[in-house]
Nanobody
Framework: QVQLVESGGGLVQPGGSLRLSCAASGRTFSTYAMGWFRQAPGKEREFVAA????????YYADSVKGRFTISRDNAENTVYLQMNSLKPEETAVYYC???????????????WGQGTQVTVSS
């Protein structure tokens, strides 16, 4: 089972930017799709973005299209999420995971990191 460690969260003002990172263990990182999900207090975990094994294809939730960018570095076993123009309602714990692509979303295999807290507030 892959081990995932997210980092890069913090407090940012509305309209600001953050770049999240997710480091994965194992030698099979480059063989599967990766994605980011988020969970706000009292809400279910929701899909944010996904990227295929090569990095060539990316997918986004409608709410983040044009503002968030997912990318990966297979040599470093790392996936990133660049978040711009952040909104207060995007305050949540952000998680990365591996899985398979299904349509325009990611179906997780079940491995999750501890998450990284993103707080958007003035």
């Amino acid at each position: 089972q892959v081990q995932l460690v997210e980092s890069g969260g913090g407090l940012v003002q509305p309209g600001g930017s953050l770049r999240l990172s997710c480091a994965a263990s194992g030698r099979t990182f480059s063989t599967y799709a990766m994605g980011w999900f988020r969970q706000a207090p009292g809400k279910e975990r929701e899909f944010v973005a996904a990227i295929n094994w090569s990095g060539r294809n990316t997918y986004y939730a409608d709410s983040v299209k044009g503002r968030f960018t997912i990318s990966r570095d297979n040599a470093e076993n790392t996936v990133y999420l660049q978040m711009n123009s952040l909104k207060p309602e995007e305050t949540a714990v952000y998680y990365c995971t591996n899985g398979y692509l299904s349509g325009a979303t990611l179906k997780p295999f079940g491995s999750w990191g501890q998450g990284t807290q993103v707080t958007v507030s003035s």
